[in-house]
């Protein structure tokens, strides 16, 4: 079965660091990978509350990074690392025709300086496992009109195109969502208290998601502090890059997006307009606010972005707002 990538996208692994540290947990891993990492020290291997064998963390990174990066890798080879690892930052989606490959935005690697064209070849030989997620059928584009992947794919040209230079608010054409389910996921978000770089990026788009629906934040654990738990991984972004139009890496990461299918897995395509448009007027809020506390306007939005990337793979947020999206 063919691989497709999106054209325009791209990423060239600098080793900022950002995927290595507690933006997420470092696995699942498997009996193999498992394995591996106890017979060097079964200390390295950790259960998450959902029972997910990990690789453990030290001050909220991997156990595996030091100065010289990823020991696992230096000491037994690429292959060593877990297929999760391996494969940051692609999504390898199948669908009825062909597999496609899309990338997360949450480390800026990504989002920032040099990047060479993702290619079929190199996100094939970074797959090595399953499929993230399989399309099987049709899907819905609203209710109760379900179209096959060629009908997406003729839709999907149209959108893409006009994101390489439109408004993303003025393609996705979206649909407001109701208020009271997102007013209480703002208000749950503000109240964590954890201090990992997840929870901290979380209650950031919680004070941002309250100030979009003009309501006061009540209730939360702190104000947004200038100096953020991930600010090293994007000072070594900005040192290596040239300033970048924040916009155009916006339009970037929604037409990744738009290609990962996210949208036919998580209820019609009417909703998934809904909230993402939500998160792109969130991350403009977000970038405005790291540009006035001094970020590089292009720093500003590429940390927006992995903030509002990691809102939408939260639990909470796709029961939430993805319940709330109407139309």
Known sequence: MSLRVRPGARFT??????????????GPLDDR????????????????????????????????????????????????????????????????????VATDHRCPCRTMGERAPVTAEAAAEACPGPPDRTLLSTFALTEGVEITIEEWEAIEETLLARLATEDPLEVLGAVEIDREPLEALGRLYVSQTDESRFVVAIRRFGRALLDELGLPVEGAVEAPAPTLPWADAFDRAEARSAPEDPEAMLRDWVADYLWS??????????DARAELSLRVRIARRLAAERAAEGARPDRAMAEAIAIVELAGVEDDYRDFASRAAAG
């Open 13 to 26: 692994c600098h080793g900022d660091g950002l995927c290595c540290a507690d933006v997420h947990t470092f």
């Open 33 to 100: 990978e498992v394995a591996t990492l106890e017979a060097l020290d079964r200390r390295l291997v950790v259960l998450t509350e959902e029972g997910d064998r990990v690789i453990a963390a030290t001050g909220g990174r991997c156990a595996f990074l030091g100065e010289g990066g990823c020991a696992l890798h230096a000491r037994l080879g690429p292959r060593a690392k877990p297929v999760s690892c391996q494969q940051f930052p692609f999504v390898l989606i199948e669908t009825p025709t062909h597999r496609r």
């Open 261 to 270: 299918l996210e949208h036919a897995f998580l209820g019609t395509f009417a």
